[in-house]
């Protein structure tokens, strides 16, 4: 994750907060949210190498498939569920919104916006398309469901998942003008906090 989506999350995290976050990689959010919110953090993680870091990274962690996973936590008091670029991995992703939902308050969600202009260019070259926000070549990527931020709102509405907040990024992780403009077109990822 990189800097502005870090400052991002830390701004829309209270302090003192218990927080799960889905697919949590190495756990340097949850370690910087505990050094800087004095948050309780546990991260859910499938891969073995990330499981590693965080145990380094001195994150409480269970190692789980986030789409078998995420009712086993509902009612233990979570205050802000976080699943950074996950979503688009998952099976079953308007399933895990709901239980997601179950198991925190809120959520922030980021998310990889396919919709963007550089995308876009890149289909109509005849080739599956990548960019610096996605790299993977189609053969390697773990995106199992690709959807644009207006896809990804629609579904927000369509299920009544409120949108309490919400930060368009361009490919330099920053956010525009243009971004906010006409964000489906130029914006390369979206952050949502979600309640």
């Not at 688009?88 to 922030?108: G, H, T």
């Not at 990548?130 to 959807?147: F, G, I, M, R």
Request: hydrophobic share 40%; proline share 4%; net charge neutral.
């Amino acid at each position: 994750m990189d800097s502005t989506l870090q400052k991002i999350v830390l701004d829309w995290i209270p302090s003192q907060s218990k927080v799960i976050d889905f697919g949590c990689g190495d756990g340097i959010l949850l370690k910087i949210l505990s050094e800087q919110k004095s948050i309780t953090g546990y991260g859910v993680e499938n891969d073995p190498d990330k499981i590693n870091a965080c145990i380094i990274n001195g994150v409480s962690v269970i190692q789980q498939d986030i789409d078998a996973g995420i009712h086993n936590y509902k009612g233990m008091g979570f205050d802000v569920a976080v699943m950074a670029s996950s979503i688009q991995c998952l099976r079953k992703p308007k399933d895990a919104m709901k239980n997601i939902l179950k198991v925190a308050n809120e959520c922030v969600i980021t998310l990889p916006n396919f919709g963007n202009w550089e995308l876009r260019l890149g289909i109509l070259n005849g080739k599956m398309p990548s960019s610096d926000q996605l790299p993977a070549k189609w053969y390697e990527t773990k995106n199992l469901h690709l959807c644009t931020i207006a896809d990804f709102e629609e579904l927000c509405s369509e299920e009544s998942f409120v949108i309490k907040k919400k930060v368009y990024l361009n490919r330099k992780g920053k956010s525009s003008w243009l971004a906010n403009r006409l964000p489906n077109l130029f914006a390369a990822q979206a952050v949502y906090l979600i309640g």
